[in-house]
């Protein structure tokens, strides 16, 4: 692995940067996974997608789990509320510090 | 530390998430266009018909220059998924209404998207999306004019038979 620079760090997970190799790294804990900037988006776009009310209401989703695939299903985690909500911490943070993001977002969170 | 990310996409996160929302938002008002011509057709309101698969058609046009748009700035396109399309209608007056009003929540829409990408210096999109601010003008216009026709030739059967007539693709 090249040298990294971190980008943003949650309580959870941290976000690296890889100039070298025109890339990001995140820090999963179990693993730290490697992703293009398209990988990086469609990530984001999953966290995004994910109906964190679902975890509170009985029905939805009762045992609060998500199960996400990365990297063109390459690599597959299972993350509890906690961690999801950490991982979008992570990503709002990171985005924000690579000049892509707003600090002040008026978008709703799901399409 | 290298730019890589903004190397990478030319507008900013949040847009492409208000632009993915309308990518939708076209792909449903297309769907919604069909149900309509659907409806006309079985009723024999043929002018009308051809009217509306001709705006299901613009509609995917529509979203398919924004879907192109997003990935040309090397953001992620999402293909949307459409769900609840109403068929039931009363009669054709009621499905002119509809497409009005659908009409206005995509001008508005159009608007919200304008306005962020101002407040956020995303020129890039505003400028993008000034041809759907035109655009959005001249479909209120012609469900209005439509519309007008009931005012004026009234609701009964030969009436709507004579405006059906009326009713041209441009
Ligand atoms: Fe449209
Ligand atoms: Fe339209």
Same mark, same amino acid.
Not at chain 2, 11 to 34: H, P
């Given at each position: 692995?090249?040298?990294?620079e971190?980008?943003?760090?949650?309580?959870?997970?941290?976000?690296?940067?890889?100039?070298?190799?025109?890339?990001?790294?995140?820090?999963?804990?179990?693993?730290?996974?490697?992703?293009?900037?398209?990988?990086?988006?469609?990530?984001?776009? !999953? +966290?995004?997608?994910?109906?964190?009310e679902?975890?509170?209401?009985?029905?939805?989703? !009762?045992?609060?789990?998500? +199960?996400?695939?990365?990297c063109?299903k390459?690599?597959?985690f299972?993350?509890n509320?906690?961690?999801?909500?950490d991982l979008?911490?992570?990503?709002?943070?990171?985005?924000?510090?690579?000049?892509?993001g707003?600090?002040?977002?008026?978008?709703?969170?799901?399409? | 530390?290298?730019?890589?990310?903004?190397?990478?996409?030319?507008?900013?996160?949040?847009?492409?998430?208000m632009?993915n929302?309308?990518?939708?938002?076209e792909?449903?008002?297309?769907?919604?266009?069909?149900?309509?011509?659907?409806?006309?057709d079985?009723?024999?309101?043929?002018?009308?018909?051809?009217?509306f698969?001709?705006?299901?058609?613009?509609?995917?046009?529509?979203?398919?220059?924004?879907?192109?748009?997003?990935?040309d700035?090397?953001?992620?396109?999402?293909?949307?998924e459409?769900?609840?399309?109403n068929?039931?209608?009363?009669?054709?007056?009621?499905i002119?209404e509809?497409?009005?009003s659908?009409?206005v929540?995509?001008?508005?829409?159009?608007?919200?998207?304008?306005?962020?990408?101002? !407040?956020?210096?995303?020129?890039a999109?505003?400028?993008?999306?000034?041809w759907?601010?035109k655009?959005?003008?001249?479909?209120?216009?012609?469900?209005?004019? +439509?519309?007008?026709?009931?005012?004026?030739?009234g609701?009964?059967?030969i009436a709507l038979k004579? +405006?059906d007539?009326?009713?041209?693709?441009?």
């Amino acid at each position: 692995m090249h040298p990294m620079e971190i980008i943003h760090s949650s309580r959870f997970y941290s976000f690296f940067q890889s100039d070298k190799e025109r890339c990001f790294y995140i820090d999963l804990g179990q693993k730290t996974v490697r992703l293009s900037f398209c990988q990086l988006l469609s990530l984001r776009q !999953k +966290i995004r997608n994910i109906d964190i009310e679902d975890h509170f209401d009985g029905d939805g989703n !009762k045992h609060g789990f998500e +199960i996400l695939a990365l990297c063109n299903k390459e690599h597959l985690f299972i993350l509890n509320t906690h961690e999801i909500l950490d991982l979008k911490e992570l990503l709002v943070g990171a985005f924000l510090v690579l000049d892509m993001g707003l600090s002040t977002s008026s978008i709703p969170q799901k399409i | 530390m290298k730019d890589i990310a903004r190397q990478l996409m030319s507008i900013k996160v949040e847009s492409m998430d208000m632009l993915n929302a309308q990518i939708q938002m076209e792909g449903k008002a297309s769907a919604s266009y069909l149900a309509m011509a659907s409806w006309c057709d079985q009723h024999a309101y043929l002018q009308s018909a051809e009217f509306f698969y001709h705006q299901a058609s613009e509609e995917r046009s529509h979203m398919m220059k924004i879907f192109k748009f997003i990935n040309d700035c090397g953001g992620n396109a999402m293909s949307p998924e459409i769900t609840q399309i109403n068929h039931d209608f009363s009669s054709l007056e009621e499905i002119f209404e509809t497409a009005l009003s659908q009409e206005v929540e995509v001008t508005k829409a159009i608007n919200r998207i304008v306005a962020a990408s101002k !407040k956020n210096n995303d020129y890039a999109v505003e400028n993008f999306l000034q041809w759907f601010v035109k655009e959005q003008l001249e479909e209120e216009k012609t469900m209005r004019d +439509i519309l007008d026709l009931f005012e004026i030739m009234g609701r009964d059967g030969i009436a709507l038979k004579l +405006i059906d007539e009326r009713i041209k693709v441009e």
